[in-house]
């Protein structure tokens, strides 16, 4: 049974940073290939960053590139989503997502429908 419990959010002025937390259980971690996704009222989820299975490659959302990092620590299980520069446009509930045991293609990534699990999410105001 796979877990993921985000940590991090909160509320920011528009040029400030955050750094959230996905603590991963349940599965061998550093097999899956996980991501992070946001999702505002009224609006469809959207990929914000992605890390495949090996770590060598990262995917950024293009309104988010230059901004954001993924990152993960196999040793502790944790992904994690430094963003800098925060805008208005930042605000919403903040998701992290795995593929439990298998790589995702490239271009399907930033794609909600990847992934089978996820965590409870985690919000982010930017004001």
């Known amino acids: 049974h796979v877990q993921l419990v985000e940590s991090g959010g909160g509320s920011v002025r528009a040029g400030g940073s955050l750094r959230l937390s996905c603590a991963a259980s349940g599965y061998t971690y550093s097999t899956n290939c996980m991501g992070w996704f946001r999702q505002a009222p009224g609006k469809e989820r959207e990929g914000v960053a992605g890390?495949?299975?090996?770590?060598?490659?990262?995917y950024y959302g293009d309104s988010v590139k230059g901004r954001f990092t993924i990152s993960r620590d196999n040793a502790e299980n944790t992904l994690y989503l430094q963003m800098n520069n925060l805008k208005p446009s930042d605000t919403a509930m903040y998701y992290c997502?795995?593929?439990?045991?298998?790589?995702?293609?490239?271009?399907?990534?930033?794609?909600?429908?990847?992934?089978?699990?996820w965590g409870q999410g985690t919000q982010v105001t930017v004001s």
């Open positions: 890390m495949s299975t090996s770590g060598g490659g990262t």
């Open positions: 997502a795995a593929a439990a045991g298998r790589e995702i293609p490239a271009a399907q990534i930033l794609s909600a429908k990847a992934y089978d699990a």
